[in-house]
């Protein structure tokens, strides 16, 4: 059991950056692969991007590479995913989730999920 807390959200304007970060409780994190979705009101959960056990394979939707790096801290028990250049489009609660397989891009492919930490991008 991997239990999963998002920090990081608020409300940032157009074109600047933040980094969210997503600690879980559990010893066994470095065993998981990690990824971040997404899900704007009314819209379904989408992929944004994922990081492997190891954290050197990557993978991102194709909006969000090159703006968009995960990364992850298998000391800390802590993945991060760094936001530049956001645009409003961006706006949507972010959730981190913990599952065995890498880069799957749909929600059924990760077994944890946290609470979500909501980003808004506006001016």
Not at 11 to 29: D, H, I, Y
Not at 61 to 66: P, V
Request: glycine share 12%; net charge positive; with cysteine.
């Amino acid at each position: 059991q991997v239990q999963l807390v998002e920090s990081g959200g608020g409300l940032v304007q157009p074109e600047n950056s933040l980094r969210l970060s997503c600690a879980a409780s559990s010893g066994t994190f470095s065993g998981y692969h990690m990824a971040w979705f997404r899900q704007a009101p009314g819209k379904e959960r989408e992929f944004v991007a994922s990081v492997s056990v190891s954290g050197v394979r990557t993978t991102y939707a194709d909006s969000m590479k090159g703006r968009f790096t995960i990364s992850r801290d298998n000391v800390k028990n802590t993945v991060y995913l760094q936001m530049n250049s956001l645009k409003p489009e961006d706006t949507a609660a972010y959730f981190c989730a913990a599952g065995r397989g890498f880069g799957s891009r749909s929600p059924s492919g990760y077994d944890y999920w946290g609470q979500g930490t909501q980003v808004t991008v506006s001016s």
